[in-house]
């Protein structure tokens, strides 16, 4: 079984410019969830799709992250404009639907490097 | 609001000596912990979960409500035991289900010779 895919693997960028991430979750997993580590922090919460629909996007930082999953399967996590702070690694994890606290199954993550 | 406290940045220790990985957390509501592990050049991978108290790879934890801790221990190390280790709090979505992890700030474990 393929596991939680990301693309790509590394972006570097000038400051102002645009970068789209992508994320193939687990085929069959309804719950896609993208999260950030940005240097010397914790791995944070960004926002959680069930299907294509947004459930929780607390933790977004501000209205130059857009997210996005259409047809309930890849999602894209777009920066537009990028900032240096927006540096870090960002992680995509999934898993199945149901009402028990389930395993995520994550990404190996992109690295954005924001000059 | 929730918090997971890891004290530790970097936690060193000779191979057969034992291992205490510290985890604090913060949360009104009833606790679901894990812990995940990120081995060098791999994805986290969930290591254990405190609801199914199970041991994997030697490593146990046991949830402790009243200290609000949720250390992860293993009585010897093992070389491949090296990695960076985080422990998460799990917070239910009430919209549509599922649930977002807050995450410590990681211990990293270097076994040594």
């Known amino acids: 079984e393929a596991g939680v895919t990301q693309f790509p693997s590394h972006s570097v960028i000038e400051k102002g410019q645009t970068v789209t991430l992508r994320c193939d979750p687990i085929s069959g997993h309804d719950n896609l969830y993208w999260y950030r580590r940005v240097m010397g922090k914790e791995i944070k919460f960004l926002l959680h799709f069930v299907k294509e629909s947004k459930q929780d996007e607390s933790g977004m930082p501000n209205n130059r992250f857009l997210a996005e999953r259409t047809g309930g399967t890849y999602s894209t996590l777009k920066v537009q404009p990028a900032e240096l702070e927006d540096s870090g690694v960002y992680f995509c994890?999934?898993?199945?639907?149901?009402?028990?606290?389930?395993?995520?199954?994550f990404g190996p993550g992109t690295r954005l490097t924001v000059t | 609001a929730q918090r997971v406290t890891q004290p530790e940045k970097l936690l060193s220790v000779f191979k057969g000596a034992p291992v205490e990985l510290k985890c604090n957390y913060s949360y009104s509501g009833s606790p679901e912990l894990f812990w995940y592990v990120q081995y060098s050049r791999q994805r986290l991978q969930l290591l254990l979960r405190?609801?199914s108290r199970e041991s994997i790879k030697g490593f146990t934890a046991d949830l402790n409500k009243g200290e609000t801790s949720f250390h992860l221990k293993k009585p010897f190390a093992q070389e491949e035991d090296s990695a960076m280790y985080y422990c998460?709090?799990?917070?239910?979505?009430?919209?549509?289900?599922?649930?977002?992890?807050?995450f410590g700030t990681g211990t990293q474990l270097k076994v040594e010779l």
């Open positions: 994890a999934s898993s199945p639907l149901g009402g028990m606290v389930y395993e995520q199954y």
């Open positions: 998460a709090l799990s917070i239910p979505i009430l919209t549509g289900g599922g649930n977002k992890l807050t």
């Open positions: 405190h609801i």
